[in-house]
């Protein structure tokens, strides 16, 4: 339920409703608008609870949150939320890019990536130090020592370190080094995860199960904002269909549909999404145009002896000239880049 105040509510009444609130065992969350204060209502909804809340002095109107996910639901919260991480932001205007190799391979590599990568305007810098891995035989990632590596390449630069954790007990410690959390496709229902990670109040990257349906996805952001972290970043890249010629199938239609539903920001993983370096500018094109607030895409010196999805993986030079793309593409949709 959300409790609509009237304009001229006293603070003293949105403090009443907000007890009144805890007091019918829901858990109240007030957010303070321009012109008026709402407080919602979150949990189990049950019979005779719009007539308990609508006699509140100073409330204007009772509504029903229609959506299964409250918190992450513009029904809720209307303003986009706006997700900083170091010197890094989504959400806002200018359309973020986060870039880099899919694994961390070794300091030099990523030292020297980086720097490339914030030269061409790259936002944020990403790469994995635990790789979920199809095959138990793949490089599983350098672990702690990667983290480290990719320390090194923030104290370098300055960008902020985009880097997934795959287990519950990993949270603390790769959130000592990581500035945004990435929670992978394969785990965008390990509940405990999101919830460690809600814990941690960390910024999240939160990508979409690759089966997931999008109100799954926005039920496992629930899980994080549920745990008092509202710096939730949304990622598309890619859902399983019967299609072959891609590596997933990247429905673009998801992002103007989340930022009609959802508050929190979008990004698009064209790399992943697609699984072809050939693929990722035309794709990352479309994200902008489509109205997502980032993208996220892998690059690597020599894509060929990449030590995890090379296929899918441009250089540096090509992603300068998908910069350059899409920033004319930004541009037209009263973005910038
Ligand atoms: C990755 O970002 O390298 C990755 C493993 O992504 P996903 O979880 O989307 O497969
Ligand atoms: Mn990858």
Known sequence: ??????????????????????????????????????????????????????????????????????????????????????????????????????????????????????????????????????????????????????????????????TEVMAPEHVPMVAEYADVLQIGARNMQNYQLLQAVGDSGKPTLLKRGMSATIDEFLLAAEYILDRGNPNVILCERGIRTYEEHTRFTLPLATVPYLNDKSHLPVVVDPSHGTGKAKLVAPMSKASVAAGADGLIIEVHEDPEHAASDGAQTITPAAFGQLMAQCRRIAEAVDRTM
Not at 1 to 18: F, L, N, S, Y
Not at 120 to 144: C, D, I, M, V
């Open 1 to 162: 339920m959300i409790v609509v105040m009237k304009p001229d509510a006293t603070g003293a009444q949105i403090e009443h409703m907000r007890q009144h609130i805890a007091s019918l065992g829901m858990t109240p969350q007030v957010i303070t608008g321009q012109h008026q204060t709402v407080i919602a209502a979150l949990g189990e909804e049950r019979a005779g609870l719009a007539e308990a809340l609508e006699p509140g002095e100073g409330v204007e109107k009772v509504l029903p949150i229609m959506a299964p996910y409250k918190r992450a639901s513009s029904e809720l919260k209307r303003e986009r939320t706006v997700v900083k991480a170091l010197g890094f932001e989504v959400g806002g205007k200018k359309v973020a890019v986060i870039a880099g190799p899919c694994s961390v391979e070794s300091e030099e590599q990523i030292v020297s990536i980086a720097r490339k990568l914030k030269e061409l305007g790259a936002t944020a810098l990403r790469g994995g130090a635990f790789k979920p891995r199809t095959s138990p035989y793949s490089f599983q990632g350098h672990k702690e020592k990667g983290l480290q590596m990719l320390a090194a390449a923030r104290a370098e630069t300055g960008l902020a370190i985009v």
